[in-house]
């Protein structure tokens, strides 16, 4: 209980860290620079109270369940068959990104966008489909000891090559497409899943084989919106 308890205070402490310059920042030009006070000062308090708040609980759960939940299902997956872990890790990935927030929200802003030509669904399909196929790979990767460069200097090769064969209204999509990817949800559970991979395959010191699953997982999405905005404009020729 003693160490729940001091978890909370270490959380919260970060929490009021990482807040208060911000908050410095938006009330010094609220003030200061635009010299305009809020219409409502007191919903504006309650809305950064109610976000410091989210951002609290969020980094808690993190901290105390998702972060060393992926640790431990890593380290247990490394005692299985390498295309076991891949078919998993594929799954897994799929399922993290269609429950990222920031996922959602581009989706929906994509289809209202685009007046429905790319439905939410689709969008947060494609990248679903890539950040599995992104984390499958980060897997292989980490279980066979590879260098990070040798996926990410083929991929982003291939995603600049497309980038002269896509419509340019495609090309800032799937650019967002790989940031949105990378969000909070990714980065408490995903990461810590292939460190303790790389740790139960490769031992205590071999931690940092596991970071780069990230950078991997940012670029999946980039080349599946590229290639779906190929079909989609092809579609419509062949219409």
């Given at each position: 209980m003693s160490e729940l308890l001091g978890t909370v205070g270490h959380v919260f402490l970060e929490v009021v860290e990482a807040t208060i310059p911000v908050l410095a920042l938006i009330f010094f030009f609220q003030f200061?620079?635009?010299?305009?006070?809020?219409?409502?000062?007191?919903?504006?308090?309650?809305?950064?109270?109610?976000?410091?708040?989210?951002?609290?609980?969020?980094?808690?759960?993190?901290?105390?369940?998702?972060?060393?939940?992926?640790?431990?299902?890593?380290?247990?997956?490394?005692?299985?068959?390498?295309?076991?872990?891949?078919?998993?890790?594929?799954?897994?990935?799929?399922?993290?990104?269609?429950?990222?927030?920031?996922?959602?929200?581009?989706?929906?802003?994509?289809?209202?966008v685009s007046s429905g030509a790319m439905r939410k669904r689709l969008v947060v399909a494609t990248i679903a489909v890539g950040v599995g196929i992104a984390l499958a790979l980060a897997v292989v990767r980490i279980g066979n000891a590879w260098s990070l460069a040798t996926i990410l200097i083929p991929g982003y090769l291939v995603v600049l090559a497309l980038t002269f064969f896509v419509p340019r209204k495609y090309v800032p999509v799937a650019f967002d497409a790989g940031a949105v990817a990378t969000g909070p949800v990714a980065v408490n559970f995903v990461l810590p899943l292939s460190t303790g991979l790389a740790i139960g395959l490769w031992g205590e010191g071999a931690g940092l084989l596991g970071f780069g699953v990230v950078g991997i997982i940012a670029l999946a999405p980039i080349l599946g919106m590229l290639l779906l905005g190929i079909v989609l404009e092809r579609g419509k020729f062949d219409a």
């Amino acid at each position: 209980m003693s160490e729940l308890l001091g978890t909370v205070g270490h959380v919260f402490l970060e929490v009021v860290e990482a807040t208060i310059p911000v908050l410095a920042l938006i009330f010094f030009f609220q003030f200061v620079v635009l010299r305009r006070r809020p219409e409502s000062l007191r919903t504006m308090l309650l809305g950064i109270g109610m976000a410091i708040t989210g951002f609290f609980l969020f980094v808690l759960g993190a901290t105390v369940s998702l972060i060393p939940m992926g640790v431990q299902i890593g380290e247990y997956l490394s005692g299985a068959h390498m295309g076991v872990v891949a078919a998993i890790a594929f799954a897994i990935g799929a399922a993290v990104a269609a429950a990222e927030p920031a996922v959602r929200i581009f989706a929906f802003e994509v289809d209202e966008v685009s007046s429905g030509a790319m439905r939410k669904r689709l969008v947060v399909a494609t990248i679903a489909v890539g950040v599995g196929i992104a984390l499958a790979l980060a897997v292989v990767r980490i279980g066979n000891a590879w260098s990070l460069a040798t996926i990410l200097i083929p991929g982003y090769l291939v995603v600049l090559a497309l980038t002269f064969f896509v419509p340019r209204k495609y090309v800032p999509v799937a650019f967002d497409a790989g940031a949105v990817a990378t969000g909070p949800v990714a980065v408490n559970f995903v990461l810590p899943l292939s460190t303790g991979l790389a740790i139960g395959l490769w031992g205590e010191g071999a931690g940092l084989l596991g970071f780069g699953v990230v950078g991997i997982i940012a670029l999946a999405p980039i080349l599946g919106m590229l290639l779906l905005g190929i079909v989609l404009e092809r579609g419509k020729f062949d219409a």
